[in-house]
């Protein structure tokens, strides 16, 4: 299938402002990029890329004083197939781990391990390990947190969101990252494009969406703990520890976010 991604976010700036972006399809998917989804600024400004120390593309620029549309879209090729399912797939002892995972096995920003490890060892520590557990974890803050965006505040920790009980997609991948840490389970924050594709249209504006994967039998798998069920057309825009380090957009400056629109869409 063919799927059209873009977006366009809109700011007023008082000032001439540096910004970062991780906007536009990760670098392993740009082998299925049938249109290049180039960012575009309005007014025109210089753009300059680099990778991240998680293999992420970043954009840098310096905004001028006034108002800044940055804009982008593009078609990408897609499997159709729903994420991948493997129950076998075991936990690994964590000094078999490669070295790589273990940043994933830590405390970060919004995923704070030390608050919630005695909680998550009640909750799981009985049941299997490995994918199953994973999916318990999943299933666990699936049924915990009530969804609403009135809930989300751009602070909100996998510890907050844990005792309000509700939140955003991003609030239901910490709290499940931060649990699957605390199992020894090497887990890591995605955020990208998730469109209504072999689903209900949802009646609300679309967004950006957050899930995460975790480290089983050698491999990275995909789990959502927000829609929990295999979903079609992910398309990856950044990995990290946590949302902290794959903000949309980060203004050294104040601003003012004017717009804000996402586009996901199977193409007929």
């Not at 800044?68 to 593009?74: I, N, V």
């Not at 020894?184 to 957050?210: E, K, Q, S």
């Amino acid at each position: 299938m063919k799927i059209r991604i873009g977006c366009e976010i809109v700011y007023d700036l008082p000032q001439a402002t540096p910004m970062i972006m991780v906007l536009g399809a990760h670098p392993s998917r740009a082998p299925d990029l049938i249109e290049p989804d180039s960012l575009k600024t309005e007014p025109a400004v210089e753009i300059t890329r680099y990778r991240d120390g998680f293999g992420n593309l970043c954009s840098r620029l310096v905004a001028p004083a006034g108002r800044l549309r940055l804009f982008g879209g593009g078609i990408v090729r897609d499997t159709g197939r729903p994420d991948e399912i493997a129950p076998p797939a075991p936990q690994h002892a964590v000094e078999a781990l490669p070295p790589d995972t273990i940043v994933y096995l830590l405390g970060s920003r919004y995923c704070e391990t030390d608050r919630l490890s005695e909680i998550a060892w009640t909750l799981f520590a009985n049941g299997p390990a490995g994918w199953a557990r994973v999916q318990a974890i999943c299933d666990y803050v699936h049924h915990h947190i009530a969804f609403g965006y009135q809930f989300a505040r751009p602070t909100k920790t996998a510890w907050e969101a844990f005792n309000e009980g509700n939140g955003v997609c991003r609030d239901y991948a910490h709290l499940a990252i931060a649990f699957c840490r605390c199992m020894n389970i090497p887990a890591r924050y995605c955020t990208g494009y998730l469109g209504d594709i072999g689903v209900p249209p949802v009646d609300a504006p679309m967004d950006f969406a957050g899930w995460f994967e975790a480290y089983l039998g050698g491999n990275w798998y995909t789990f959502d703990a927000r829609n929990n069920t295999p979903r079609i057309g992910r398309v990856l825009i950044g990995r990290g520890r946590d949302a902290a380090d794959v903000p949309i957009t980060h203004t050294f400056g104040p601003n003012t976010l004017v717009n804000f629109q996402v586009v996901t869409d199977e193409i007929p």
